[in-house]
């Protein structure tokens, strides 16, 4: 009797540093039990092994900034029963994504030799832009903890169960003394998706937003408690123009403070 198929899983990437692939392979232990329990058929971090879809799960990294990037990951889509984003770059375009709020032409002719070579579209645009995603797994580089709940989830079922708070939350759940009350120093803890631990804040830093915004974030508040601590509206701005700073909350509050500036 012919044993039960296991579940394909792809892992893709596009304009990305590749560290939410790494965050992956950091598994370590759970990974195993996953590649037990599934089949890679496509991981070149991993792996060289290529197997053909459909998959069951495709996660894909990196943000879509060429006209090959947008023909790809609809093929990718087609070919995929799930798809969930991975990363910065993957959920709201990536640091590259800063290039979205000038002219992409004048970095091109600044940065390479042969402009003329450069076959790139004018923004660098989330995977959600483009094609229908099942999950978002935020961060920079994500949380691998909540990968392995995501790639569980999927497996099972289930619509994966990660948190939706803000990162002061987690300040609290570890003792840590909030930096902008008790030191005045700025934070965008308040306005961003838990995930990292409140790794900054525990180190006396301010929060500086790489998981992106939590859900319904008050950046307007944000924006008015920074300015009460002295910072000038461009510091503001460029406070929102991160890791997700084509993220839609982050994307809107930045221009505010650029046209008041």
Known sequence: MAGKRKP????????????????????????????????????????????KGPYDLSLVEGSITTPEDAARIHHIRRSSKALVTIGACATSGGIQALRNFSDVKDFISIVYAEPAYIDTLTQSTPIGEHVAVDFELRGCPINKAQLVEVITAFLAGRRPKTPAHSICMECKRRGTVCVMVAGATPCLGPVTHAGCGALCPAYGRGCYGCFGPMEVPNTEAMSGAWKALGASEGEVMRVFRNFNAWSAPFRTESEAHEKEE
């Open 8 to 51: 394909k899983i792809a892992v893709w990437k596009f304009a990305s540093c590749d560290g939410c692939q790494l965050s992956l392979l950091d598994c370590e232990d759970e990974l195993l039990a996953i590649a037990g329990a599934v089949e890679i058929a496509y991981f070149p971090e991993a792996t060289r092994t290529r197997l």
